[in-house]
């Protein structure tokens, strides 16, 4: 069965850091790349960041830009979102999805999420003091 699962997320102080890992069962993760969306209470989901299956290529949402750093170790096949000087703003639910990419895609890396394939349950990130 393919699953992503995501972890890492909790109650942070503004400011505060945390790491959010995406772990893939059921399928090679370094055949995808990997995004990384999130919906705040009363938004619409937003894509985050996303990294190339070969880890080549990794873009990022301008309000994250600085502040978050997507890396992946697919001999773990894990992705993971660190996430470091965090707001209020930041707050919402952090989804990982899988978007299959090999041969000439492996450099690719989109940002809409109707190019994913494979979505987690997700996991709340909460910034408040």
């Known amino acids: 069965q393919l699953q992503l699962v995501e972890s890492g997320g909790g109650l942070v102080q503004p400011g505060g850091s945390l790491r959010l890992s995406c772990a893939a069962s059921?399928?090679?993760?370094?055949?995808?790349?990997i995004g990384w969306f999130r919906q705040g209470p009363g938004k619409e989901r937003e894509w985050v960041s996303c990294?190339?299956?070969?880890?080549?290529?990794?873009n990022y949402v301008d309000s994250v830009k600085g502040r978050f750093t997507i890396s992946r170790e697919n001999a773990k096949n894990t992705v993971y979102l660190q996430m470091n000087s965090l707001k209020p703003e930041d707050t919402a639910v952090y989804y990982c999805?899988?978007?299959?990419?090999?041969?000439?895609?492996?450099?690719?890396?989109?940002?809409?999420?109707?190019?994913?394939?494979?979505w987690g349950q997700g996991t709340q990130v909460t910034v408040s003091s």
């Open positions: 059921g399928f090679v993760l370094n055949n995808y790349a």
């Open positions: 990294i190339s299956s070969i880890g080549g290529n990794t």
């Open positions: 999805a899988a978007d299959f990419a090999l041969g000439p895609l492996k450099n690719r890396c989109r940002n809409y999420f109707n190019n994913y394939d494979y």
